[in-house]
Structures are given as C-alpha cells and as structure tokens.
T-cell receptor
Framework: GAVVSQHPSWVICKSGTSVKIECRSL??????MFWYRQFPKQSLMLMAT?????????EQGVEKDKFLINHASLTLSTLTVTSAHPEDSSFYIC???????????FGNGTRLTVT | LAKTTQPISMDSYEGQEVNITCSHN???????ITWYQQFPSQGPRFIIQ???TKVTNEVASLFIPADRKSSTLSLPRVSLSDTAVYYC???????????FGKGTRLSVIA
C-alpha cells in the first residue's frame, strides 16, 4: 500500500529556534499534501493544504508566516515551524493524496517539544 | 466539507463484534466514506473506504445504506490490540482535505 514517511519522529528545540519537518510519499506521487496538528486527547486539526509547485492554502487561524510550507516536488513537502514557542509543542501529522479516489495516507507524525 | 457524528466512546470484550455508526447527513454526491484507526502517538491508519452498499476487506466491513447519510464500521472479533480511536470521514478525491471529527474511542477489555 501507499507509504508516507515523516521525519523526524520527534524533536526537542529551544524557544525562538526553527524546526523543519519533512513529509515524503515513498511509492507514489502526491499532487497534494496536508498538514495537521494534534494536541493531547484531541482530534486532528487541519492546518494547511500543500500543492506541488504552488503556495499552500492555510486554514483560518493558522499563521502562514509562522508555519512555512514548501512542496517542491511530487514526493516531498516540508513544514517549518519558525521562532517556535512552548505553545507550538504538539503532534504534527502529514498526509498525501492524489487526484483519484484513493484514500489519503498519513505519516506517523512528529512530536515537537519546545522548551 | 461534510461533518460527521460518532459516539465518543465504546467498550467491548475481547472476541466480540463491534459496530461503530457514523452519521453524515450532508454527504455530497462525490464524497467517499473512509474510516481510520489511530493509536497514541501514531498517525491515522487507513482501515476501509466505501461509496455505497457494503465493502469488506481483511480487517473490517463497512455498511452504507442507500441514502448514504450514515455508515457502520464492523470489526469482527476484536482483540485488546484493537483499542484505539476510530475516525469516520467523508470527502472527495484524494486532493481534497479530510476534516476530522472527535472520533470514537474504543476500549477492548479482556
């Protein structure tokens, strides 16, 4: 089946630094990738939609200058959390899809802890 | 984007069949129904997808009535390892985002 890989699986960083998370579709070309955030005991919240070669579309309330998304190829999207603060600590999950009716597949998530 | 409603939690004993029903009254004509399973600190894992009637795979069955306003995920003979949160989502092709509801927390008891 389709595999989506996320890296790193966990990261600890200091306040004010930036962190980059990678999302790769390993065995298919993803026209679209999605970034979600999940706080403890809560559901996944969609942050942004990333299309290859174009600017990402952000959900209401998500700061595009803080959460930089780059989708430079059909197999790689990156999320950079800039000037991280402790409240950015969360579980970040990406998913990838094509323009068919095949289901979305999700990465295994990245646990970000900002100290 | 169609919203979904599921029971917040369910308990079951090992070996029993578990049915989780999801309502999606505003489902669109081109929407598919997809169920995912999530364990703590992991990404959601695809279980099954359907459009209408019944779909079965090696882990579950999905029942969808003719009006498609609800769906039922059936897990046969659950085990302790099936303890997880189950999400029902509706949406179009894979280049449209899926909006997650609160999901159903299934606890399987020995």
């Amino acid at each position: 089946g389709a595999v989506v890989s996320q890296h790193p699986s966990w990261v600890i960083c200091k306040s004010g630094t930036s962190v980059k998370i990678e999302c790769r579709s390993l065995d298919f070309q993803a026209t679209t990738m999605f970034w979600y955030r999940q706080f403890p005991k809560q559901s996944l919240m969609l942050m942004a939609t990333s299309n290859e070669g174009s600017k990402a579309t952000y959900e209401q309330g998500v700061e595009k200058d803080k959460f930089l998304i780059n989708h430079a190829s059909l197999t790689l999207s990156t999320l950079t959390v800039t000037s991280a603060h402790p409240e950015d600590s969360s579980f970040y999950i990406c998913s990838a899809g094509t323009d068919t009716n095949s289901p979305l597949h999700f990465g295994n998530g990245t646990r970000l802890t900002v100290t | 984007l169609a919203k979904t409603t599921q029971p917040i939690s369910m308990d079951s004993y090992e070996g029993q069949e578990v049915n989780i029903t999801c309502s999606h009254n505003n489902i669109a004509t081109n929407d598919y129904i997809t169920w995912y399973q999530q364990f703590p600190s992991q990404g959601p894992r695809f279980i099954i997808q359907g459009y209408k009637t019944k779909v079965t795979n090696e882990v579950a069955s999905l029942f969808i009535p003719a009006d498609r306003k609800s769906s039922t995920l059936s897990l046969p003979r659950v085990s302790l390892s099936d303890t997880a949160v189950y999400y029902c989502l509706v949406g179009g092709p894979g280049n449209t985002p899926l909006v997650f509801g609160k999901g159903t927390r299934l606890s399987v008891i020995a």
